[in-house]
């Protein structure tokens, strides 16, 4: 692999009130990749998620996305450059089917235009879209299903869908299996690495043989540093790592 790296973070640094949550951060997370972010609990994961994807303000440091200064960008423009984040909360609607749901989402990127949206043709193109990004995550059987009436694992496919209707270069999941059983976890594990093939990925993700199967690079964090990265073979060896996780796991993974 090539060291084309889509995001860069240069001593990212996050203070709560004189609490150093995330400390001289260096992140690379290398294009056409799945990296996840690992860590014992409060190790600044999730504070870090926020700051790449701009939902908080660095302390100091810099974000570099595709090479491009984001550090003082709005949160809003950073979709538009191509990175988008899936919320650990389904954000479907759930009076609206699967098919509407990717239609809303895709209805969003292209700006509502009125004239567009008039004619029979346009309205056709979007539905065929729309079916091809339900069957890209495997539900097109449920493109006529109220989302409320799916399963959790199911929500989140869907949930998947609309975010991919946005063209992501880059995806950020935010836990994706959080509260899912393992037939879904399964299912989300199949999805995530389909979807990743012309994209990159970004995840934090507590399931350590999710992370262990379909990491490429696993950064570990530990009280807001970063204490090892590489491949699960190499990190779940580290003694440091195998320390910070006592009895949680990494190492045994087989
Ligand atoms: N808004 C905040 N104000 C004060 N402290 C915070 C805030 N957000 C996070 N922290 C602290 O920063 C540290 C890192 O938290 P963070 O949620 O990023 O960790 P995490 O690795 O995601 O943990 P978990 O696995 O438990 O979700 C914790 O000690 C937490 O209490």
């Known amino acids: 692999m090539g060291d084309d790296f889509i995001v860069e973070t240069k001593n990212l640094t996050k203070e709560f009130k004189g609490f150093v949550a995330v400390s001289d951060v260096n992140l690379r997370v290398r294009r056409h990749t799945i990296h996840a972010l690992i860590g014992p609990n409060g190790a600044g994961k999730t504070t870090c998620f926020n700051l790449i994807t701009k939902f908080l303000q660095p302390s100091r440091g810099q974000i570099l996305l595709n090479g491009r200064d984001i550090t003082k960008t709005e949160p809003a423009a950073i979709a538009r450059l191509g990175m988008v984040r899936s919320f650990q909360i389904s954000a479907v609607f759930g ?33 065929e879209r729309a079916e091809q990004l339900l069957a890209d995550v495997g539900m097109l059987e449920y493109r006529d299903t109220a989302a409320g009436e799916l399963s959790y694992g199911r929500k989140r496919a869907l949930e998947i869908a609309t975010t991919l209707a946005l063209e992501p270069e880059m995806l950020l999941l935010d836990e994706p299996m959080a509260g899912m059983g393992s037939e879904d976890v399964a299912r989300t594990a199949q999805l995530i690495r389909r979807v990743s093939a012309s994209r990159t990925v970004l995840m934090v ?31 779940s060896q580290n003694p440091e790592v195998i320390e910070a996780y006592m009895g949680h796991g990494v190492g045994s993974h087989a």
């Open 95 to 127: 009076h609206l089917t699967a098919l509407e749901n990717v239609r809303v989402a895709l209805q969003r990127k292209q700006g509502n235009s009125m004239h567009f949206w008039q004619s029979d043709r346009s309205l056709d193109s979007l539905n």
């Open 205 to 235: 993700e507590h399931n350590l043989s999710v992370v262990a199967d379909l990491s490429d690079t696993i950064t570990v964090l530990k009280l807001g540093k970063v204490l090892a990265e590489g491949p699960y073979g190499e990190i």
